[in-house]
């Protein structure tokens, strides 16, 4: 019998570093959301819905395959995959049993690992909570989708099913696809216009990372042995109730013309740098990889963390540091797809002791009849 063949596309740089992490586990291995559904929803065109959303992307019936001879493996795309979306009542037991049970089930579902080669890897629940509330788990590995892709998908998911409903209409464009993207990505990395990118981000020393002194801190990265090596574990922090931004906060935001972001990352770096007494203060940040226009809705694992060094001293006023934290900002998000640890000399598995990462991904969706 003759071999099948199987068609692989190398994985993107994203993807790549993400592996190379989650060997060595130092990267969480999976995208969470957990998304409240109020009003009475139609199951059958819910769940119609969801296979026509798994049909538009190859990111969602993508495994990952490893091929003999090479340390990474390859993406591999199904022409089409069927998902079951399990359906759980909890509508017979009291909230605080329903809540128990949710966040069981949420550490379950993190703490289970995927098998990447064999698909689908997407898992989904839909929990009963009363005739007119539900809680949908939808869970993807993170070589397939980052946190700003959950809220994309559910949101084209939305759209798929209120037109199953025939209240909306099918979008008759068509997406774009993460391999064809990401081969893009890497392809730009090799042009001639990347030089000056490289320049910027060479600029930055990141040898200085493993010099970082960090007060109390565990010999996480570098044990004396690799059995003594911990391993990576996400953990959740819940606030019940949103802190509202002081009228006097909101004022010195619009009056430095300064984002909330720009004004939480300049407070952290201060406090690193206050708190390990060194400078220049090396932070890795988040940028989502969607700075065209044409990736904002674009769903896959495009997010990277690139370096943001900012020397700090007590002569500099808070304001200054605020303009300075906020045109690094803006320049790093607009060459953030340029970034690559190939730049430099340094052995590519340097990590950065701090991050800061920050999403506004909450939305509310409410589906009815």
Not at 93 to 108: E, F, G, N, V
Not at 154 to 180: K, M, N
Not at 227 to 245: G, Y
Request: net charge negative; with cysteine.
């Amino acid at each position: 019998m003759q071999p099948a063949v199987v068609t692989g596309y190398r994985l993107s740089f994203q993807q790549a570093l993400l592996w190379r992490e989650q060997q060595r586990g130092l990267a969480c291995s999976h995208s969470l959301c957990r998304i409240r559904i109020k009003g009475k929803l139609n199951v059958e065109c819910f769940q119609q819905a969801l296979q026509e959303l798994i049909a538009r992307h190859t990111i969602l019936r993508t495994r990952f395959c490893a091929v003999p001879g090479l340390d990474m493996p390859m993406q591999v795309v199904a022409e089409r995959e069927t998902i079951a979306c399990p359906r759980v009542s909890l509508e017979s037991i009291q909230p605080s049993q329903q809540a128990h049970q949710l966040d069981t089930y949420t550490r379950t579902l993190r703490e289970t690992a995927f098998d990447l080669e064999t698909a689908p890897l997407l898992r989904c629940v839909l929990f009963y909570l009363s005739p007119s509330n539900y809680l949908f788990f939808f869970c993807l590995p993170a070589l397939c989708a980052d946190a700003a892709s959950l809220p994309i998908l559910f949101s084209e998911l939305v759209q798929c099913y209120r037109a199953f409903l025939g209240e909306g209409e099918f979008s008759t464009d068509d997406p774009l696809q993460y391999i064809d993207v990401s081969t893009w990505q890497n392809d730009l990395l090799h042009e001639d216009d990347a030089k000056e990118h490289y320049e910027f981000w060479k600029k930055i020393d990141v040898s200085s990372l493993d010099n970082i002194i960090i007060p109390f801190r565990r010999d996480f990265y570098h044990p004396s042995s690799p059995d003594e090596r911990d391993s990576f574990s996400a953990s959740i922090m819940k606030v019940t109730e949103a802190i509202p931004l002081s009228a006097r906060f909101q004022s010195l935001l619009q009056s430095t013309n300064t984002s909330l972001e720009a004004f939480l990352l300049a407070t952290w770096l201060i406090t690193l740098w206050r708190f390990t007494g060194q400078a220049p203060t090396i932070v890795g940040i988040e940028g989502n990889g969607r700075y065209h226009e044409e990736l904002v809705t674009a769903p896959g694992p495009y997010s990277r963390v690139v370096p943001v060094s900012l020397s700090l001293s007590e002569h500099l006023s808070f304001e200054r540091i605020l303009s300075l934290v906020r045109s690094f900002l803006s320049e790093a998000k607009m060459r953030q797809m340029y970034f690559s640890r190939s730049i430099y000399t340094i052995p590519q598995a340097w990590h950065f002791p701090f991050q800061f990462a920050w999403n506004l991904l909450c939305s509310n969706y409410k589906l009815c009849m």
